[in-house]
């Protein structure tokens, strides 16, 4: 075995154990061609038997994982799609005994991103091809999975705004996120919150609230600084002026953001959160995104680490 890979860093068959499961509604995928991945596929696997390949609507990926956990006819299924094709499936395959490998066909491709795998579907394919499985933390909130992050205020506004907007591919998606931007941040609005932190209370007045799994790393586009850490990274955002939010827009693009005053930071291994509306009046659901795709959460929400709990593929070195 290679000394750079653990015990429970294990090379697997290539193909015949190796299923890949493409949503052919992604924008990657409509603006390419169906043909055009079935030959990377070919490509990726050069002359050996390709796995077998699964274009499939999104309504369509619950049933088909289903169906491939109950047949246990793969150990490895690579999946095509943006961060909520993958996380809707983490969930299903967490504790199956079948490996997840990534095809990034997304806007932002968050896990990806942290396991280094290429935004370039070919390349992606190449590394999946050599892929070895590792074990990473995922997280709940609730009863539903989650891998990157939770966030409460202005993300869920502005997806909310993009999503009523429309869009029609990954540009105008882009577009439409910038409009809904702008929107928010000219009528910024602030949520009453107690938070308990591994038993310890925090009531908070926050514009923005970000529960990750694992801590961020000090760079550019929120990135895990790592994966089986077992713990949430909590970030708040205080009320603040226009100017400030810009000047925090920068600092995150820069990487720079854990110096910005108006950024809080806490780690526990057990968040719940509360909200109370006027007079005092306890709210019973909030909402939220996960891992991009807007929820409605019921309160009191507690979101819990959930170490080691996703076997995924993931470039030899990486």
Do not use: C
């Not at 409509?30 to 990377?40: C, K, P, W, Y």
């Amino acid at each position: 075995m290679d000394e750079d890979i653990s015990p429970e860093r294990i090379a697997l068959p290539a193909a015949q154990e190796t299923a890949i499961l493409v949503n052919r509604q992604s924008g990657t995928v409509r603006s390419m061609g169906e043909d055009a991945v079935r030959a990377l596929v070919a490509d990726a696997w050069q002359g050996e038997t390709a796995p077998q390949l699964f274009l499939i609507d999104g309504s369509e990926v619950e049933a088909t994982v289903r169906r491939l956990t109950i047949e246990r006819t793969v150990t490895r299924l690579i999946v095509g799609g943006g961060d909520g094709t993958i996380t809707s499936v983490a969930g299903l395959l967490a504790g199956s005994g079948i490996a997840m490998g990534l095809l990034p066909l997304g806007t932002m491709n968050l896990l990806a991103n942290a396991l280094g795998i290429s935004a370039d579907p070919a390349q992606a394919l190449r590394q999946m091809h050599g892929a070895v499985t590792t074990r990473i933390d995922a997280a709940r909130a609730g009863d539903e999975l989650f891998l990157h992050h939770v966030s409460i205020g202005i993300q869920p506004r502005m997806v909310k705004i993009r999503e009523k907007l429309g869009y029609s591919s990954r540009l105008t998606k882009m577009l439409a996120g910038l409009r809904a931007m702008a929107a928010v941040l000219l009528n910024p609005q602030s949520q009453r919150l107690r938070l308990t932190l591994d038993g310890r209370v925090l009531e908070v007045k926050a514009p923005a609230l970000l529960v990750s799994n694992n801590v961020y790393e000090n760079s550019a586009w929120l990135k895990q600084a790592a994966l089986d850490e077992g713990v949430l990274g909590i970030y708040m955002v205080k009320p603040m002026s226009g100017l400030s939010y810009l000047r925090l827009a920068l600092d995150l693009l820069r990487g720079r953001w854990r110096d910005n005053l108006n950024v809080n930071e806490e780690r526990a291994r057990t968040v719940t959160i509360e909200r109370r509306r006027r007079f005092g009046r306890r709210a019973k659901s909030i909402r939220a995104t996960l891992d991009g795709e807007l929820r409605l959460l019921p309160l009191p929400l507690t979101i819990t680490s959930q170490p080691a709990a996703l076997d995924v593929l993931v470039p030899p070195k990486a």
